[in-house]
Each structure stands twice: as C-alpha cells, then as structure tokens.
C-alpha cells in the first residue's frame, strides 16, 4: 500500500513551506526545478531543502495533519522541527 507524506522544506529566504506529496523526493525536485509543478510561493524562494516528514497511510489523514501544521505558527514549526531533530 502507498503511503502519504506530510513534509516540510526550508525555502532559501529561511521561510518554511508545508505540503503532502506520495514521493516526498520527486516532490522536493519539483519545488526546485519546475516552473509549472512547483508551488508558487517555493518558485520564488528556490531553493527549498527538505527538514521533515510525517507518514501517513491514508491522503485523508496526510491532509488533515498539514492543515494542522500549516495552522501552527513559525515558533511552533520551529519546535516541531526541533522535537523531530533530538529523536533522530
């Protein structure tokens, strides 16, 4: 069964960008390389490097969990990011 990923790409200007992608690697190219695929707002801050990721089994569950963290502010990202970091 595919699986959903919920990730997060540091933008060059040190913004952060959410987004759900089943290939998170060919998704990240994307946002990097094509004018056409690429999200407007990554297209103007390339490039953008990949610094976490969520799976999920169901696009359902994927979206629901962006919507969470795209909700969050840029302290709570931070942290997120951090909590992320000191597991690996």
């Given amino acids: 069964m595919d ?3 919920v990730y997060m790409v540091r933008c060059s200007d040190s913004s952060l ?7 998170v690697a060919r998704r990240v ?11 407007r707002y990554t297209r103007a ?14 696009r359902s569950e994927a979206s629901i969990r962006e919507y969470e963290i795209k909700q969050m ?6 942290m997120l990011l951090d909590a992320h970091l000191a597991l690996k």
Wanted: charged share 30%; hydrophobic share 30%; glycine share 8%.
């Fill in 17 to 23: 960008y959410t987004g759900i992608a089943m290939d």
């Fill in 73 to 78: 502010g840029r302290k709570e990202k931070l």
């Fill in 3 to 5: 699986t959903w990923n």
């Fill in 45 to 58: 801050r390339r490039p953008v490097t990949l610094v976490y990721q969520e799976k999920y089994d169901t």
């Fill in 29 to 39: 190219g994307e946002h990097n390389t094509n004018d056409v695929l690429a999200a």
